[in-house]
């Protein structure tokens, strides 16, 4: 097998027989021979061979040089020279085509052999170090860091598409350009330009870490925070080449740490929000308990009566306000009841505009399906919309709120069940929302003020998806926003039209067993108790509790109603009461009652054991209501 196959191209004729001969005794295979630069062309392009033997003076329209040129440049074919004369002019154009070697005629044949040997040797390895560097460069290409490499001065080489991205330079821009002008940092904090890593690399030849908050500024200006890191390239010896620097857009991992940092904050206010709502609702329990008992007493129509009321209504309030702390503080199931949507949303909305400009118009038709929601968490979410609204508005204006029956199905869709639905749509007109954040508004912490928490969106659809229902939004800028709520809507005929609300509790009959921790609660709901005709007995505890309840059952005595704490704090709650009190009695009757009225248990107290729920605070009626369902029931 021969070594290599050899095109000679040498237009005299008798020359190009005799270095055939000679190639073909060294072992190489000649496959042609080309009289003109114009055949070698046609010869290398149809033939392949590993090397051409090229006479510099060829006859004709194309010599040597330029034959050269055309076969390195197309088929990367390496080329010996033979010349027997050259002059300077001559070498310096032969030059340009980068041969492999020349050789002088006349020559022998070790020459010839050492000259072919080397020259394939080096394509050889040239090419193997381009395939390596084209291979490399896929990889760089490839990855999803920024890379930009410099030579030893700090002049770009090499740079990635995304670093192109990042940097808002194109390689081909970039390249022998200064580092510094294509690669711009600064500190996030100071603003104040951050030394090029590249630099001390080459300094001191270690690897070298940005400092933390770094900001890339990009060719048209926009800020993106990096990290990075710059590493020596070396040659053979240990010298260094060059520096690689690899950066990468750190913006999402930073939004992440950020919200990361708020959720921690906002758990550790939930915390501290929810035990604060259970505390105010233990007050409130003693001050609405005793208001609703001392009107009991009052005559309708006295000023003491309207004084009462008006007291009353202000401790309802606070306890719709204690419900959003505790949704804030801790989400939770709904704990749903019937309820009419009209005055649901006069009286939130009333309630968010007190003390605004701002005025509204309201559409509620009277015939609007009946829902079943939690009426703190939706009345918060009204709250929230109509707030946005009123600050959207700062000049005043006009909100307008309306009310509609709908039904989802094939034809009107939308990403809820098909059914029955309540649309309440809220409008105002204020400057709109840009179209590029309309589909942030109901990310967490999104917020386009510059007070905003950004959490009042993101809990509205949480709620309402906890509902099964939903919100979207549409807007136009300088011209306003309408935000549309969607609620299930309870079966046509489900619930009585409403009545007037009696306020004459319900009297009842029966032995009734508090537990809860706290004195006040205990003081005031067996005064409750005691006045609606109620035999009481309480303890502190669960552990009490169930110690009473068998001394009860053992006297004969048993209790037809055992009110259970749900949290005691360093004891036994309700929770854990209840199970216990099942296994002495099966037939036992449990209401559970919280100030954390938001917990699942509230929601779906039959699955964990009880009869009935009662969440604190809680007047004298509404307590009358539940036991008297309860206690009606057993009789």
Known sequence: MPKANILVVEDEGIVAKDIQVSLEGLGYAVPAIALSGKEAVSKARELQPDLVLMDIMLRGGMNGIEAADSIREDLDIPVVYLTAYAD????????????FSYIVKPFDERELYSAIEIALYRHKLEKELKETKNWLATILRSIGDAVIATDRNGSVTFMNPVAESLTGWKEEEALNKELTEVFNIISEKTRKPVKNPVYRVLREGTVVGLANHTVLIARNGTEIPIDDCAAPVRDGRGGITGVVLVFRDITVRKRMEEELLKSQKLESVGILAGGIAHDFNNILMAILGNISMAKVFAKPGDKVFERLSEAEKASLRARDLTQQLLTFSRGGRPVKKQVSISELIQDSVSFALAGSDVGCEFSLPDNLWPVEVDDGQISQVINNLVINADQAMPEGGIIKVRGENITVDKDHPLPVKEGRYVKVSIEDQGIG????????????????????????????????????????????????????IYLPALREGLIPEKEVEEEVPIAGRGRVLVMDDEDIVREVAGDMLTQLGYEVESAKDGVEAIELYKKAMEAGKSYDVVILDLTVPGGMGGKEAIQRLLEIDPEVKGVVSSGYSNDPIMAEFRRYGFTGVVAKPYRIKDLSEVLARIVGRNS
């Open 433 to 484: 929302i840009p179209k590029e954040h309309l589909s942030k508004v109901f990310d967490p912490y999104f917020t386009t003020k510059q007070k905003g928490s950004g959490l009042g969106l993101a809990t509205s659809y949480s709620i309402l998806k906890n509902h099964g229902g939903y919100i979207s939004v549409e807007s136009e800028l300088n011209v306003g926003t309408i935000f549309h």
């Open 88 to 99: 300077a002019h001559i070498l310096e154009r032969a030059k340009v085509t980068e041969p």
